[in-house]
């Protein structure tokens, strides 16, 4: 039989000119989180099944990649449930792991604590453009702050690093899950029945409003309902003006202070941004993790038909863990689709110093090769990249070669 050269299926191999813009990435996100006071952290990427199925992580749930026990644990011949097989299984986020690490670890961290983490989570999803079953995400989060200058510090602190990579028209939407349900609660539904309400909400820029009509009718839900409801959508718009209208049409069901809140993230964000972006009020913003309490946000990009990072507040998610509930809000940037987009506009990673590729002829001379191998030495002290090749009959394909991985400079040496 023989082997196979391709990856598993949802796994990918990654070329050195996407090795190198995602080293770059990775390292800008350090150096700009790192100045809005976010320390970095790393949890393991398998975690106990019992966390990883406590329904808190919504549809993902469906898509863990689960871990057989291991040595005379495994028993295969007496098992008789999924528990006697599995103990394990592979992270789908990295929300959840920290969770546990704070929930294990609280008395020895700051409070507020707040976490960087990258690394690669796993869901068995149906692979597409931009989506794979091996991805690496990158998280912010700050737990034990219970004002919005966590939604705030969260919001400027990723919209700098996605300016910083040269996206300039991306646009973050922002909704309250305590929004989504006073407008659930005053058009008449039943509290029971808000996940399917909110599933077919989040259809919205898909299907439309008349798409939104047609399926919760055909969920049967009364009439009055749903009229009453997508009436809201039709008269409420995109800003401040919008909050406020349904601050007003929500009297007592939706508490003030939630309104006045979610304008004031807006609106401090709006003043005090550095890149240039557009923030947006869109109360049909859902996110699909259950263990969402109340602000939530999307990043979107120009021309890109997904959002390219999402968050939210998670305030009941590291009482599950201690018994004592923590205020916790985080903001994850879609890191493989970012560099999906760097790579589809040939991006080309900043190198202040250069790139300077030596050609040498074959058959130098020792004393000669000595000396070229001490000038690569010498550009290299001033942090210019070099890079030694032997020189090939095709000397200009080798050149084109090398231009194309961005070596602006090619030096040659000779024998004689």
Known sequence: MSLKKKPVTGMKDISPKEMEIRNYVMGLIRETYGQFGFSAI?????????????KQGGENEKLIFKILKRGEKLKLETAQSEADLVDGGLRYDLTLPL???YANNANDLPSPFKALQMGNVWRADRPQRGRYRQFMQCDIDILGEPTILAEIELILATSTLVGKLDFENFTIRINDR??????????GFEADSYDTVFIILDKMDKIGLEGVEEELT?????EEAVTKYLEMFQKVTPDLEGVKYLKEALQGVLDE???????????SVETVRTANFKIVFDPTLVRGMSYYTGPIFEISIDGFSGSVGGGGRYDEMIGRFTGNQTPACGFSI?????????????????????????????????????DVFRQAEEKRKDGTTVSMNMMKKNKKFQKDQLAAEGYTEILEFFAK
Do not use: W
């Open 42 to 54: 790393e949890t393991p990427c398998v975690e106990h099944i019992e966390n990883l199925s406590s």
């Open 257 to 267: 202070k939630t309104a006045d809140d979610l304008a004031l993230i807006i609106e």
């Open 178 to 187: 305590r929004i989504l349900k006073a407008m659930a609660a005053y058009s």
């Open 218 to 222: 055909k969920e049967g839900f009364p």
């Open 99 to 101: 969770s546990r690490y």
């Open 334 to 370: 879609g890191f493989e689709r970012i560099v999906m987009l760097l790579l589809e506009k040939n991006y080309q990673v900043p190198n202040k110093a250069g790139k300077v590729a030596f050609l040498i002829e074959k058959n130098m001379p020792k004393d000669k090769l000595l």
